[in-house]
Each structure stands twice: as C-alpha cells, then as structure tokens.
C-alpha cells in the first residue's frame, strides 16, 4: 500500500519562504504532483516531479528524493492569496492516471 | 476554454432519497475521475474510467454507490439510497491520455448534504 504524511497545518508570514514537507511509503510510483486547494474551491495542479531534483515554477518549487521518500514544496515571497491547502499525490507505479492524495496541509499566510 | 463541468453545485436532500451528480469532462480527455472529499478522510478517489470503461472502482464504498460514464461526454455518480454519511464534496476530474503523467483537471464540485 501506499501512506502519504504531511503537516496538518503552518503559518508563514507575507513576504517570507514556506517549505511544506511530504513524506511517503510506496513500493514504487511513477512521480509526485503537488495540487493548491483554495477553501470552497477545486484543487488546482502546482507540478509534477518525476526525477530527483528541483522543479521551478516561479515562485513556487518542488523537489523530490526517492531515496529518501521525500517531497517538499517550496513558496517564495508569500503572498496573502497564497493562504490555502496544499496537496501532495502521488502517481502510482500502474500505468493509469490514479493520484493517491495525502490529506494537505493548511498554509495561513499572515500579514 | 471550458473545464470540467459538475451540476449540482449544491445538493441537499434527505435520507433514503437517490442522489444523481453529473461530470462533463474537458473535451479531449481520455480519462475521467470521481472523488469524494471530507474532513476526516480527506480527497478519496472513488472509481475512474479510461476511455468510457471503468478501470478501477476500488474505492467506491458499497453498493449503494454506482457510477457510468455512456460516452466520452458525459458520468453520473449515482447514491441509492442515500445516507447522512455521504455528506461530502464529490469532485470530478479528468486528464489528457498520457499513463497518467498529465495533470487532473478538477470541476467545482458538487456539495452534497444529506439529512
């Protein structure tokens, strides 16, 4: 099976850096997506890592250890909008879209 | 360009009744995806279809729930009967054909409560 950990909740403040953890334990798995979920809104696509390293997207980033079993998203020069909760999923090892989703983590962004 | 397209956004209803939520996926995308997403167990994926066929409906949670998808327009995820457990955001996904590498599109879901 597969188990997805990440933080429950964290608080950043406008302007600063944020780094939200996820941790797994998988038997193999194509990549590892990272959606944002605004409350009362869909969850929307934030990337997709397939190799070890760093993906950058702007402000946000998002790095993956498959050694380590470990992904982490990174959000540079806070903003207020970026209050909402952040999804890690991972991509199963059968070639099929299925996610396994973790249960997100609550950023609150402060002035 | 339009995107997922779920109805009803909001859905209240009582206990017993049947429960019928509609899924237009974004044109083009091969595979669609129904989820469910509650407090207490987060966003869980119920059953997902890859050109109209059902692959695996593994997380559907007993037999009240049934969902089908007759062309590549259109799913209903259906309830009957329903229960006050159900209470939930379901949501509708879907993603271009790929091995499952390209991202879900997600719908604004629908809210459903049941008395």
């Known amino acids: 099976g597969q188990n997805i950990d990440q933080p429950t909740e964290m608080t950043a403040t406008e302007g600063a850096i944020v780094q939200i953890n996820c941790t797994y334990q998988t038997s193999g798995f194509n990549g590892l997506f990272w959606y944002q979920q605004h409350a009362g809104e869909a969850p929307t696509f934030l990337s997709y890592n397939v190799l070890d390293g760093l993906e950058e997207k702007g402000r946000f980033s998002s790095f993956l250890s498959r050694s380590k079993g470990y992904s982490y998203l990174l959000l540079k020069e806070l903003q207020m909008k970026d209050s909402a909760s952040y999804l890690c999923a991972l991509h199963g090892s059968s070639n099929t879209g299925k996610l396994i989703f973790g249960q997100g983590t609550t950023l609150q962004v402060k002035p | 360009d339009a995107g997922v397209i779920q109805s009803p956004r909001h859905e209240v209803t009582e206990m017993g009744q049947e429960v019928t939520l509609r899924c237009k996926p974004i044109?083009?995308?091969?595979?669609l995806f129904w989820y469910r997403q509650t407090m207490m167990r987060g966003l869980e994926l119920l059953i997902y279809?890859?050109?109209?066929?059902?692959?695996?409906d593994s997380g559907m949670p007993e037999d009240r729930f049934s969902a089908k998808m007759p062309n590549a327009s259109f799913s209903t995820l259906k309830i009957q009967p329903s229960e006050p457990r159900d209470s939930a955001v379901y949501f509708c996904a879907s993603s271009p054909s790929g091995g499952g590498r390209q991202p879900q599109h997600f719908g604004d879901g629908t809210r459903l409560s049941i008395l």
């Open positions: 044109s083009g995308h091969n595979s």
């Open positions: 279809f890859n050109n109209n066929v059902p692959i695996d």
